[in-house]
Every structure is written in C-alpha cells, then in structure tokens.
Nanobody, 126 residues
Framework: QVQLVESGGGLVQAGGSLRLSCTAS????????MAWFRQAPGKERDVVAA???????YYGDSVKGRFTISTDNDKNTVSLLMNNLKPEDTAVYYC????????????????????WGQGTQVTVSS
C-alpha cells in the first residue's frame, strides 16, 4: 500500500514563505506523477501544482510565479516551495500521487490521483 507523509505546514505572515514536503513509500517504481492540492473551508479541492516523472510541471494560475514544485533525485519526495504567501493561500494542502505510471504527462485532476496524504494546514495571516 502506497503511503504519503506530508510535513512543513504552519502559520506564516503574508509575504512570508513555507516549504512543504511529501515522501511516498510502499512502491518499487518511481515513474509516477505527484502533485499538491489544497482545500479551503467551504471550497472545492483544487490542484496547486503537479510534476511528471520526466520533470514536466503544471501550476495553477493563482500560484504561478510564487510557488515551485520539485522532486528529489529518488523521485519519491515532492516539495512545494511557497513564496510571497497571501491570506487566500490559507487551506489544507494535500500531497497526491498516481497509481498509473506517467513519464511526460502531468495529471491535473483530482480523480487522476489514487493516493493521498493526510493533509497539512497552511495558514497565512494578513
């Protein structure tokens, strides 16, 4: 069973930075896409950023230029560096990975991801 463990959430002032990390375990291959989603109270879960095994990336419009997604060399750890945080970035952030191996394709929909972390709270104060 694939497990995802997230870390790095917390409280930060507007304009500050946070780095989220997520490590996957329980699978032999690493040719999977990984992503970060977020869900604010009363809102739908949205993709923040996603990365293919080949390194191709996708960013949601609201975070372009501020957030950076990356993976470690082993491709089992995905990080999200969040700069210039805004109060509207406040949400629970979830790490996700696919069951299907992808090399170049970057999945953007929540239904394309089969495994999810427990979520980590990010709160940005104004």
């Amino acid at each position: 069973q694939v497990q995802l463990v997230e870390s790095g959430g917390g409280l930060v002032q507007a304009g500050g930075s946070l780095r989220l990390s997520c490590t996957a375990s329980g699978r032999a291959s690493t040719t999977y896409a990984m992503a970060w989603f977020r869900q604010a109270p009363g809102k739908e879960r949205d993709v923040v950023a996603a990365i293919a095994w080949s390194g191709g990336k996708y960013y949601g419009d609201s975070v372009k230029g501020r957030f950076t997604i990356s993976t470690d060399n082993d491709k089992n750890t995905v990080s999200l560096l969040m700069n210039n945080l805004k109060p509207e970035d406040t949400a629970v952030y979830y790490c996700a990975t696919t069951r299907t191996p992808y090399s170049d394709y970057v999945p953007r929909g929540g239904t394309e991801y089969s495994y999810w972390g427990q979520g980590t709270q990010v709160t940005v104060s104004s």
